[in-house]
T-cell receptor
Framework: RKEVEQDPGPFNVPEGATVAFNCTYSNSASQSFFWYRQDCRKEPKLLMSVYSSGNEDGRFTAQLNRASQYISLLIRDSKLSDSATYLCVVIFTGTASKLTFGTGTRLQVTL | GAVVSQHPSWVICKSGTSVKIECRSLDFQATTMFWYRQFPKQSLMLMATSNEGSKATYEQGVEKDKFLINHASLTLSTLTVTSAHPEDSSFYIC??????????????FGPGTRLTVT
């Protein structure tokens, strides 16, 4: 079983739609959680950290459920520019801040 | 701030040759640098972690004699793929942190280097 699992998609949604991605992680001893965005053939860029209480940044909302070991990302009012691959990233406790990446979920926003 | 560059951005080489990739932190001192590899439609996989002036720590399954990492200064790390083979073709990405590995997270990614071995 992979340490960090994501549905690869693609998720094809019309502009303005709300879309949600989930990510599950295998090790309960997890320290930190993030969502990254990666455009085709580019480096990943930090979208937001995920806090236990949940957090929001504009149209993006991240939630963490430690009991069920999953993280979610909600995107409201999707824009064409949101089309990208969204990577779930976990730092497991005791790994010296090593980032463990999921394979990513591909989002395609269309007109 | 916190800009990391990589050079070259893409490279094509023949099987059996060696390729060097540079990673530079442009506006901060990178105490720790990380090297990742990403195959098509797969996740980024950490290859190794290096602290300036120390030997790199390689992840399980990564051959240290094949992927030579040098982190001789606080702004430069190099990854040399020795005797490259077509299966080494991948997207290599570095990241840099102003903190020691094990300290709170803070990594900045370079733009990546696409290596194609023919």
């Amino acid at each position: 079983r992979k340490e960090v699992e994501q549905d690869p998609g693609p998720f094809n949604v019309p502009e303005g739609a709300t879309v949600a991605f989930n990510c599950t992680y295998s090790n309960s001893a997890s320290q930190s959680f993030f969502w990254y965005r990666q455009d085709c053939r580019k480096e990943p860029k930090l979208l937001m950290s995920v806090y236990s209480s949940g957090n929001e940044d504009g149209r993006f909302t991240a939630q963490l459920n430690r009991a069920s070991q999953y993280i979610s990302l909600l995107i409201r009012d999707s824009k064409l520019s949101d089309s990208a691959t969204y990577l779930c990233v976990v730092i497991f406790t005791g790994t010296a801040s090593k980032l463990t990446f999921g394979t990513g979920t591909r989002l395609q926003v269309t007109l | 701030g916190a800009v990391v560059s990589q050079h070259p951005s893409w490279v094509i080489c023949k099987s059996g040759t060696s390729v060097k990739i540079e990673c530079r932190s442009l506006d901060f001192q990178a105490t720790t640098m990380f090297w990742y590899r990403q195959f098509p439609k797969q996740s980024l996989m950490l290859m190794a972690t290096s602290n300036e002036g120390s030997k790199a720590t390689y992840e399980q399954g990564v051959e240290k004699d094949k992927f030579l990492i040098n982190h001789a200064s606080l702004t430069l790390s190099t990854l040399t793929v020795t005797s490259a083979h077509p299966e080494d073709s991948s997207f290599y990405i570095c990241s840099a942190s102003p903190r020691l590995a094990g300290s709170p997270y803070e990594q900045y990614f370079g733009p990546g280097t696409r290596l194609t071995v023919t």
